[in-house]
């Protein structure tokens, strides 16, 4: 499978909640770190998902959004990934930042150029990136 989204984690399964439309689903990567989707029940059971199962979960760049640890800002969203700056590529609008992650797993963030400037990113600096459970998607191998 090839996809146009830059953040593509594999992990397991660690946890099914069911809900009336939708479940969530819990991928643990090594490393630790643990992703919260939001999928319908028909996605659940279409991909065969029971915990246990091994995952891939797809993000897209621009839907992470980045803090530096510790300045007080409690957001809304389920998963929250901490990490190193890895790497800082400005461009006139929008940077890519890459963040490295437990285990040895990257993210890529694109954010506004003022924003990278303003939280001070750079290479080696502790980061925290957040996004909405609904905006993983879930895969698993044919």
Known sequence: MLTSARNEFSGKVTA?????VNDEIEITLGGGDRLVAVITRTST???GL??????????KA??????VPDN????????RLEGTV???K??????????SLKGGQTLAAIITQESAESLGLATGKPVVAFFK???VIVGVKA
């Open 45 to 47: 059971k279409s991909l």
């Open 72 to 79: 007080g800002i409690r957001l809304s969203t389920r998963n």
């Open 50 to 59: 029971q915990v246990g199962s091994d995952a891939i979960a797809l993000i």
């Open 62 to 67: 621009p839907w992470i959004i980045l803090s």
């Open 86 to 88: 890895k790497s800082v």
């Open 90 to 99: 400005p461009g006139a609008v929008n940077t890519e930042v890459e963040v």
């Open 16 to 20: 099914i909640h069911d809900g009336a």
């Open 133 to 135: 459970a609904s905006h």
